[in-house]
C-alpha cells in the first residue's frame, strides 16, 4: 500500500516490542501448565519454583506492567520476593485480547478477540460490554460462536473473578465451560482459593481488576501507589493460605502508560478517507473508504509517524503482530490502517467513549504496555 518513501521516519521511530508467541508469552502458561508433563517439566522462561509443584495458583493481576512492577517495588514487598522476571503480552495489548490468550493458550490470530473493539461487519463490537453503542449483541453474535476455542484445554477449572462480569458475553467467551466463583469483595479471593486448594484443586484461576481500575481513573501516584499495596497484601494473603506443595504464579495483561489529554483528533483531510473506526486509542484502526486505503497510509504516516507506528493490515500480518497464521474470516475483523502511538497519546473516536476519560491507557507496542511479569512463590 502506498509510494511515499518512509525510510528516514522508521529510522527514527523507536522498535515495537513484538509478542515471543509459543515461548515467553501468556498465551504459553496455560499450555505449560496443562500439558502432557504438567509441572514437572518446566520451560527456562517460566518460574523453576513451579516445578514438581502438586498444585498451581494463577492469579491475574490487571494491568500491572513489568516496567511498574520494577519501579514500584516498594509498594510490593511480597511481589517483589517472588522469582521470575517480564515476559510478553500479546497484540493489542489489552484485557480482552490479553485475557483471552491467557485462558486458551492462543495467540489472537487464533482465537479471534483482535482487540477491545473490533469490526463484526454491520456493526463495532466491544468485545468487553459484547455491544454497540445502542444494543447488546449477545443474540446475534453469540459469544461462544465468536471465539469458540475453549479455556485451559477443555478442563473445566475453577475460576474466582467479580460478580459483577459473571454472565457477560466476554466472560461467556474466554470462559465458558469453567466453575466460577464470583466474589464481590476481594477479601474474599484468598479465602475461596485456600478453600479450593484444601479441596483438592490441582489449579486455581484468580482474576483481580484493581491496578487497572486505578490507573485508568487516578493515573500513576499516590492512589496507584496504595492500590498496589492493597494488591500485594492480596497476594501475601493467598500465598499464607497454600500449602508448601502449592505455587502462586502471578502475572498481568498488560501494562500501561500515561496519556490524561494528550488525546489525538484526526484531521479532517484524514478523515475523509476512513469510513469508520475500530479497536482503541492506543490501538486506532482505521478502515478506509472504497480505493482509499493507500492514500490513507500516506497521509497517516505523514501527519503521525513522528508519534505512531503508522502500519497497514498486510505489514501487521506478515510481521506476525497477532500471531503466525490468521483466517480470512478473522483478517475482516482488522482495519485497513493502523495508529500504533509509541508517544504518550491515544487517538480520538467518537464513537469510543466511556464514563470518564482514561489518564492511563495501554494497547500499543512498547515496553511498558507489552512486558508483563512472571513471578512465582511456593506456600509456606
Known amino acids: 500500500m502506498g509510494v511515499t518513501d518512509y525510510g528516514d521516519t522508521r529510522a527514527t521511530q523507536p522498535v515495537p516490542v513484538l509478542p515471543d508467541y ?21 520451560p ?8 514438581g509443584a502438586r498444585a498451581v495458583v494463577l492469579l491475574v493481576l ?71 453503542e445502542s444494543d447488546d449483541l449477545r443474540r446475534r453474535y453469540p459469544p461462544q ?12 477449572v475453577p475460576v474466582l473473578s467479580k460478580a459483577e462480569l459473571a454472565g457477560s458475553g466476554f466472560t461467556q467467551a474466554h470462559l465458558s465451560g469453567v466453575r466460577h466463583h464470583d466474589w ?24 483481580y481488576d484493581g491496578i487497572d481500575k486505578i490507573a485508568h481513573e487516578r493515573g500513576f501516584g499516590d492512589f496507584y501507589d496504595a492500590e498496589l499495596r492493597a494488591a500485594d497484601t492480596l497476594v501475601a494473603d493467598i500465598l499464607a493460605g497454600l500449602p508448601s506443595d502449592v505455587a502462586l504464579l502471578v502475572t498481568a495483561d498488560h501494562g500501561q502508560v500515561h496519556v490524561g489529554a ?15 473506526q475500530s479497536g482503541e486509542g492506543r490501538f486506532r484502526w482505521l478502515h478506509a473508504r472504497r480505493l482509499s486505503a493507500s492514500a490513507l497510509l500516506d497521509l497517516c504516516f505523514e501527519a503521525y509517524g513522528d508519534v505512531a507506528w503508522v502500519v497497514s493490515r498486510s505489514q501487521v500480518l506478515d510481521e506476525g503482530w497477532f500471531g503466525p497464521t490468521m483466517s480470512t474470516e ?31 491507557r495501554h494497547g500499543s507496542l512498547t515496553e511498558a504496555e507489552m512486558r508483563v511479569p512472571l513471578l512465582c512463590h511456593v506456600g509456606k
Request: glycine share 10%; net charge negative.
Open 22 to 42: 509459543g515461548r515467553a508469552n501468556i498465551s504459553g502458561i496455560v499450555p505449560t501448565l496443562f500439558g502432557p508433563h504438567g509441572t514437572h517439566e518446566i
Open 44 to 51: 527456562d522462561w517460566m518460574p523453576s519454583c513451579l516445578k
Open 62 to 132: 490487571d494491568g500491572l506492567g513489568w516496567l511498574q512492577f520494577d519501579a514500584h517495588r516498594m509498594c510490593m514487598p511480597t511481589l517483589s520476593s517472588f522469582q521470575g522476571g517480564a515476559i510478553t503480552t500479546v497484540v493489542p495489548s489489552t484485557t480482552a485480547t490479553a485475557l483471552t490468550s491467557l485462558a486458551t493458550g492462543l495467540a489472537p490470530a487464533e482465537h479471534g478477540l483482535v482487540g477491545y473493539r473490533i469490526d463484526m461487519g454491520d456493526t463495532v463490537m466491544n468485545t468487553l460490554r459484547w455491544g454497540d
Open 145 to 156: 460462536q465468536v471465539q469458540s476455542c475453549p479455556p485451559f484445554l477443555g478442563a473445566s
Open 184 to 207: 464481590r469483595a476481594s477479601s474474599s479471593i484468598a479465602v475461596t482459593t485456600t478453600q479450593l486448594i484444601n479441596a483438592g484443586e490441582t489449579f486455581v484461576y484468580a482474576y
Open 262 to 276: 494528550n488525546t489525538i483528533i484526526l484531521s479532517p483531510a484524514i478523515m475523509r478517507h476512513v469510513h469508520h
Open 330 to 360: 478473522i483478517q475482516r475483523r482488522l482495519g485497513d490502517v493502523a495508529l500504533v502511538p509509541f508517544a504518550d497519546v491515544s487517538f480520538e473516536d467518537p464513537a469510543d467513549g466511556g464514563a470518564f476519560q482514561l489518564i492511563c
